[in-house]
């Protein structure tokens, strides 16, 4: 059974980092491409990170590039997103999920994905 759970939320300042991460089990991270999305209060999920699945390639919504990185580390079976310069506005639930083959464009798109973690919590302060 494949199992996807995140941690690493938080309550945050302007301008703060903060790393989440998703342990997975039943699955290997370094075999599936692995996507971040968050969905805040009132308004639809959307795509925010992902990394392919040679581990090589990475893809990012516009309004976090530069500030957001997503990793994995194969031997912790661990996907991470560290997310820099947070602003109020990336306050939301952000989940993991994992997507067994499909073409590049599914990686930005959730319905592609066919395990989801169940989400920690990110709240940013001004």
């Known amino acids: 059974q494949v199992q996807l759970v995140e941690s690493g939320g938080g309550l945050v300042q302007a301008g703060d980092s903060l790393r989440l991460s998703c342990a997975a089990s039943?699955?290997?991270?370094?075999?599936?491409?692995m996507g971040w999305f968050r969905q805040a209060p009132g308004k639809e999920r959307e795509f925010v990170a992902a990394i392919g699945w040679s581990g090589s390639s990475t893809y990012y919504a516009d309004s976090v590039k530069g500030r957001f990185t997503v990793s994995r580390d194969s031997a912790k079976n661990t996907v991470y997103l560290q997310m820099n310069s947070l602003k109020p506005e990336d306050t939301a639930v952000y989940y993991c999920?994992?997507?067994?083959?499909?073409?590049?464009?599914?990686?930005?798109?959730?319905?592609?994905?066919?395990?989801w973690g169940q989400g920690t919590q990110v709240t940013g302060s001004s």
């Open positions: 999920a994992s997507i067994r083959s499909g073409p590049i464009a599914a990686l930005m798109q959730g319905g592609g994905y066919d395990y």
């Open positions: 039943g699955r290997s991270v370094s075999s599936y491409a």
